[in-house]
Protein backbone atom coordinates (compact mmCIF):
# COMPACT_ATOMS: atom_id res chain seq x y z
CA UNK A 1 0.00 0.00 0.00
CA UNK A 2 1.50 3.39 -0.61
CA UNK A 3 1.26 5.66 1.94
CA UNK A 4 1.61 9.88 3.12
CA UNK A 5 4.75 10.52 2.89
CA UNK A 6 6.46 13.79 3.69
CA UNK A 7 10.08 13.99 3.08
CA UNK A 8 12.49 16.62 3.78
CA UNK A 9 15.11 18.34 1.74
CA UNK A 10 18.87 17.30 1.97
CA UNK A 11 22.14 19.74 1.46
CA UNK A 12 22.72 19.50 -2.67
CA UNK A 13 26.81 19.18 -3.65
CA UNK A 14 25.23 19.32 -7.35
CA UNK A 15 21.31 20.11 -7.88
CA UNK A 16 19.70 18.55 -11.17
CA UNK A 17 20.34 22.35 -12.71
CA UNK A 18 9.07 5.03 -42.01
CA UNK A 19 10.90 2.60 -42.57
CA UNK A 20 11.01 1.57 -46.28
CA UNK A 21 9.06 -2.12 -47.07
CA UNK A 22 10.07 -3.48 -50.40
CA UNK A 23 7.81 -6.55 -51.95
CA UNK A 24 9.94 -8.21 -54.92
CA UNK A 25 6.32 -9.71 -55.56
CA UNK A 26 5.25 -7.00 -56.35
CA UNK A 27 8.02 -4.51 -57.76
CA UNK A 28 7.57 -5.48 -61.20
CA UNK A 29 3.63 -5.05 -61.61
CA UNK A 30 2.20 -1.67 -61.04
CA UNK A 31 -0.98 -1.67 -59.40
CA UNK A 32 -3.84 0.59 -61.17
CA UNK A 33 -6.41 1.73 -58.76
CA UNK A 34 -9.04 0.79 -61.11
CA UNK A 35 -8.05 -2.94 -61.78
CA UNK A 36 -9.40 -5.14 -59.25
CA UNK A 37 -6.80 -6.10 -57.51
CA UNK A 38 -5.88 -2.35 -56.98
CA UNK A 39 -9.15 -1.97 -55.24
CA UNK A 40 -9.04 -4.94 -53.67
CA UNK A 41 -5.70 -3.16 -52.00
CA UNK A 42 -7.21 -0.23 -51.93
CA UNK A 43 -10.32 -1.51 -49.52
CA UNK A 44 -7.84 -3.56 -47.12
CA UNK A 45 -5.63 -0.43 -46.54
CA UNK A 46 -9.23 0.99 -45.37
CA UNK A 47 -10.34 -1.67 -43.53
CA UNK A 48 -6.77 -1.65 -41.82
CA UNK A 49 -7.15 2.50 -41.22
CA UNK A 50 -10.43 2.09 -39.92
CA UNK A 51 -10.06 -1.32 -37.54
CA UNK A 52 -6.61 -0.23 -36.29
CA UNK A 53 -7.06 3.95 -35.70
CA UNK A 54 -10.43 4.91 -35.30
CA UNK A 55 -11.16 2.68 -32.04
CA UNK A 56 -7.84 4.86 -30.45
CA UNK A 57 -9.53 7.90 -31.42
CA UNK A 58 -11.53 8.16 -28.45
CA UNK A 59 -9.34 6.60 -25.71
CA UNK A 60 -6.94 8.40 -23.43
CA UNK A 61 -4.24 6.86 -25.03
CA UNK A 62 -4.82 8.44 -28.34
CA UNK A 63 -6.70 11.58 -27.22
CA UNK A 64 -4.72 14.24 -30.03
CA UNK A 65 -2.51 12.85 -32.71
CA UNK A 66 0.73 13.51 -32.55
CA UNK A 67 1.18 15.08 -35.89
CA UNK A 68 -1.88 18.00 -34.97
CA UNK A 69 -0.63 18.42 -31.21
CA UNK A 70 -1.75 22.46 -30.81
CA UNK A 71 1.16 24.85 -29.61
CA UNK A 72 -0.14 24.29 -25.66
CA UNK A 73 0.10 20.44 -25.94
CA UNK A 74 3.36 20.53 -27.16
CA UNK A 75 4.52 22.91 -24.72
CA UNK A 76 3.49 20.58 -21.89
CA UNK A 77 4.98 17.33 -23.49
CA UNK A 78 8.43 19.44 -23.11
CA UNK A 79 7.87 20.43 -19.62
CA UNK A 80 10.21 19.26 -17.50
CA UNK A 81 9.86 17.71 -13.65
CA UNK A 82 12.59 20.88 -12.46
CA UNK A 83 10.37 23.58 -14.34
CA UNK A 84 7.22 22.08 -12.82
CA UNK A 85 8.23 21.52 -9.56
CA UNK A 86 9.65 25.26 -9.30
CA UNK A 87 6.68 26.45 -10.61
CA UNK A 88 4.30 24.54 -8.02
CA UNK A 89 6.64 24.66 -4.86
CA UNK A 90 6.06 27.50 -2.01
CA UNK A 91 8.21 28.09 0.48
CA UNK A 92 10.28 25.03 -0.61
CA UNK A 93 7.54 22.85 -0.80
CA UNK A 94 4.97 20.41 -2.67
CA UNK A 95 2.46 18.12 -2.29
CA UNK A 96 2.65 15.47 -5.35
CA UNK A 97 0.24 13.00 -6.54
CA UNK A 98 0.62 10.20 -8.93
CA UNK A 99 -2.43 10.19 -11.41
CA UNK A 100 -4.14 8.23 -14.90
CA UNK A 101 -6.34 9.01 -16.94
CA UNK A 102 -9.02 6.44 -14.84
CA UNK A 103 -8.84 8.36 -11.52
CA UNK A 104 -8.87 11.75 -12.55
CA UNK A 105 -12.11 11.78 -10.51
CA UNK A 106 -10.65 10.78 -7.33
CA UNK A 107 -7.70 13.30 -8.11
CA UNK A 108 -10.62 15.79 -8.24
CA UNK A 109 -11.95 14.68 -5.12
CA UNK A 110 -9.22 14.94 -3.45
CA UNK A 111 -8.33 18.60 -4.49
CA UNK A 112 -11.49 19.77 -2.98
CA UNK A 113 -10.37 18.39 0.42
CA UNK A 114 -6.99 20.02 -0.13
CA UNK A 115 -8.14 23.24 -1.63
CA UNK A 116 -10.62 23.60 1.60
CA UNK A 117 -7.46 23.58 3.64
CA UNK A 118 -5.75 26.12 1.28
CA UNK A 119 -2.92 24.41 -0.05
CA UNK A 120 -3.92 23.72 -3.25
CA UNK A 121 -1.50 25.96 -4.80
CA UNK A 122 1.62 24.06 -4.23
CA UNK A 123 0.23 20.43 -5.96
CA UNK A 124 1.91 18.95 -8.70
CA UNK A 125 0.60 15.95 -10.61
CA UNK A 126 2.45 13.79 -12.31
CA UNK A 127 0.70 12.37 -14.93
CA UNK A 128 0.88 9.00 -16.02
CA UNK A 129 -0.49 9.39 -19.57
CA UNK A 130 -0.64 12.27 -22.14
CA UNK A 131 -4.44 12.44 -22.13
CA UNK A 132 -4.06 13.25 -18.27
CA UNK A 133 -0.95 15.79 -18.60
CA UNK A 134 -2.90 17.60 -21.38
CA UNK A 135 -6.48 17.62 -19.37
CA UNK A 136 -5.14 19.02 -15.76
CA UNK A 137 -3.02 21.45 -17.73
CA UNK A 138 -5.58 22.78 -20.16
CA UNK A 139 -7.85 23.47 -16.68
CA UNK A 140 -5.31 24.33 -14.59
CA UNK A 141 -1.85 25.48 -16.30
CA UNK A 142 1.64 24.28 -15.03
CA UNK A 143 0.61 22.07 -12.49
CA UNK A 144 1.11 18.40 -14.00
CA UNK A 145 4.29 17.26 -15.84
CA UNK A 146 4.64 13.56 -17.75
CA UNK A 147 7.79 11.64 -16.85
CA UNK A 148 8.66 9.14 -19.36
CA UNK A 149 7.89 7.10 -20.11
CA UNK A 150 4.09 7.08 -20.36
CA UNK A 151 2.35 3.89 -19.43
CA UNK A 152 -0.87 1.99 -20.53
CA UNK A 153 -3.56 4.04 -19.01
CA UNK A 154 -6.31 1.40 -19.18
CA UNK A 155 -4.23 -1.13 -17.29
CA UNK A 156 -1.81 0.74 -14.98
CA UNK A 157 -5.02 1.18 -12.17
CA UNK A 158 -5.27 -2.81 -12.33
CA UNK A 159 -4.41 -3.62 -8.44
CA UNK A 160 -1.47 -6.69 -8.62
CA UNK A 161 -1.42 -6.34 -12.52
CA UNK A 162 2.14 -5.66 -14.26
CA UNK A 163 0.90 -2.61 -15.58
CA UNK A 164 -0.18 -1.50 -11.67
CA UNK A 165 3.23 -2.42 -10.59
CA UNK A 166 5.41 -0.14 -12.92
CA UNK A 167 3.26 2.69 -12.28
CA UNK A 168 3.97 2.54 -8.20
CA UNK A 169 7.42 1.21 -8.81
CA UNK A 170 8.68 4.30 -10.05
CA UNK A 171 6.85 6.82 -7.23
CA UNK A 172 9.98 6.55 -5.29
CA UNK A 173 12.01 7.91 -7.83
CA UNK A 174 10.10 10.76 -8.84
CA UNK A 175 10.37 11.81 -4.93
CA UNK A 176 13.87 11.48 -4.80
CA UNK A 177 14.40 13.71 -7.90
CA UNK A 178 12.37 16.09 -6.19
CA UNK A 179 14.40 15.99 -2.89
CA UNK A 180 17.32 16.35 -4.84
CA UNK A 181 16.72 19.18 -6.24
CA UNK A 182 15.89 20.92 -3.12
CA UNK A 183 12.40 20.54 -2.20
CA UNK A 184 10.71 19.03 0.85
CA UNK A 185 7.73 16.43 -0.85
CA UNK A 186 4.06 15.49 0.21
CA UNK A 187 3.27 12.61 -1.39
CA UNK A 188 -0.48 11.68 -0.88
CA UNK A 189 -2.58 8.67 -2.75
CA UNK A 190 -5.48 10.39 -4.75
CA UNK A 191 -7.80 8.11 -2.89
CA UNK A 192 -7.15 9.97 -0.04
CA UNK A 193 -9.71 13.26 1.69
CA UNK A 194 -8.20 15.77 3.45
CA UNK A 195 -10.38 16.67 6.72
CA UNK A 196 -7.88 19.01 8.16
CA UNK A 197 -4.82 20.30 7.45
CA UNK A 198 -1.89 18.27 7.90
CA UNK A 199 0.88 20.63 7.85
CA UNK A 200 0.74 20.81 11.14
CA UNK A 201 1.15 17.21 12.49
CA UNK A 202 4.86 17.33 11.21
CA UNK A 203 7.07 18.41 14.00
CA UNK A 204 10.54 18.75 14.00
CA UNK A 205 13.02 17.85 11.40
CA UNK A 206 12.84 13.90 10.31
CA UNK A 207 13.93 12.72 6.94
CA UNK A 208 10.40 11.03 6.39
CA UNK A 209 7.01 11.20 7.80
CA UNK A 210 4.78 8.11 7.25
CA UNK A 211 0.92 7.13 8.00
CA UNK A 212 1.80 3.68 8.43
CA UNK A 213 4.08 2.21 10.76
CA UNK A 214 7.28 0.81 8.54
CA UNK A 215 11.31 0.13 9.25
CA UNK A 216 13.80 3.51 8.54
CA UNK A 217 15.92 5.52 9.86
CA UNK A 218 14.95 8.66 11.39
CA UNK A 219 11.35 7.86 10.21
CA UNK A 220 8.89 9.93 12.02
CA UNK A 221 5.04 7.84 12.46
CA UNK A 222 2.34 10.05 12.21
CA UNK A 223 -0.35 9.42 15.08
CA UNK A 224 -3.33 6.99 14.21
CA UNK A 225 -6.28 9.12 15.37
CA UNK A 226 -5.50 11.81 12.54
CA UNK A 227 -3.98 9.49 9.91
CA UNK A 228 -6.05 6.42 9.64
CA UNK A 229 -5.70 3.31 7.06
CA UNK A 230 -9.18 2.38 5.75
CA UNK A 231 -8.93 -0.69 6.98
CA UNK A 232 -9.76 1.22 10.35
CA UNK A 233 -11.08 4.39 9.27
CA UNK A 234 -14.22 2.58 7.28
CA UNK A 235 -14.22 -1.20 9.58
CA UNK A 236 -14.14 0.05 13.09
CA UNK A 237 -16.99 2.54 13.84
CA UNK A 238 -16.35 2.17 17.67
CA UNK A 239 -12.70 3.89 16.88
CA UNK A 240 -14.00 6.31 14.77
CA UNK A 241 -16.17 7.22 17.46
CA UNK A 242 -14.06 7.62 20.13
CA UNK A 243 -11.72 9.46 17.81
CA UNK A 244 -13.88 11.82 16.22
CA UNK A 245 -12.65 15.29 15.49
CA UNK A 246 -9.34 13.89 15.80
CA UNK A 247 -9.33 12.82 11.81
CA UNK A 248 -7.02 14.46 9.43
CA UNK A 249 -6.42 12.59 6.63
CA UNK A 250 -8.39 9.76 5.69
CA UNK A 251 -6.98 7.33 3.13
CA UNK A 252 -9.47 5.21 1.42
CA UNK A 253 -7.35 1.88 0.95
CA UNK A 254 -7.47 -2.07 2.10
CA UNK A 255 -9.96 -2.13 -0.77
CA UNK A 256 -9.69 -3.67 -4.49
CA UNK A 257 -12.02 -2.00 -7.08
CA UNK A 258 -12.31 1.57 -8.77
CA UNK A 259 -15.99 1.53 -8.25
CA UNK A 260 -15.56 0.23 -4.99
CA UNK A 261 -13.56 2.85 -3.81
CA UNK A 262 -15.60 5.50 -5.16
CA UNK A 263 -19.46 4.05 -3.41
CA UNK A 264 -17.40 3.63 -0.05
CA UNK A 265 -16.58 7.25 -0.47
CA UNK A 266 -20.13 8.24 -0.67
CA UNK A 267 -21.40 5.57 1.75
CA UNK A 268 -19.37 8.08 4.47
CA UNK A 269 -19.63 11.17 2.54
CA UNK A 270 -16.52 11.98 1.48
CA UNK A 271 -17.19 11.63 -2.20
CA UNK A 272 -16.62 15.91 -2.54
CA UNK A 273 -16.92 15.60 -6.25
CA UNK A 274 -21.24 15.18 -6.50
CA UNK A 275 -21.79 18.46 -5.03
CA UNK A 276 -18.01 20.32 -4.74
CA UNK A 277 -16.85 19.63 -8.22
CA UNK A 278 -16.20 23.51 -8.41
CA UNK A 279 -14.48 24.12 -5.38
CA UNK A 280 -11.51 22.08 -7.40
CA UNK A 281 -8.80 24.02 -9.33
CA UNK A 282 -10.06 21.62 -12.54
CA UNK A 283 -13.55 22.32 -11.94
CA UNK A 284 -16.54 19.91 -13.11
CA UNK A 285 -14.43 17.35 -15.32
CA UNK A 286 -17.99 15.70 -16.81
Not at 14 to 25: A, G, K, M, R, Y
Not at 64 to 77: A, D, E, H, I
Not at 138 to 158: C, M, N, Y
Request: with cysteine; glycine share 6%; net charge positive.
Amino acid sequence: MAQQKYLHQRPIQNPFSSSHLSNSSLSNRPISLLSRNGLLLLLLALLVILGVFLPWAGSPLFPFPTNTLSPSQSKWRDYSLAQAVQFAAKNGTVIVCAVSYAYLPFLNNWLISVSRQKHQDKVLVIAEDYATLYKVNERWPGHAVLIPPAFDSQTAHKFGSQGFFNFTARRPQHLLQIVELGYSVMYNDVDMVWLQDPFKYLEGRHDAYFMDDMTAVDLYLLPQAAFPTGGLYFKNKTWVKDTKGKHVIIHNNYIVGFEKKIKRFRDYGLWLVDDHALESPLGNLE
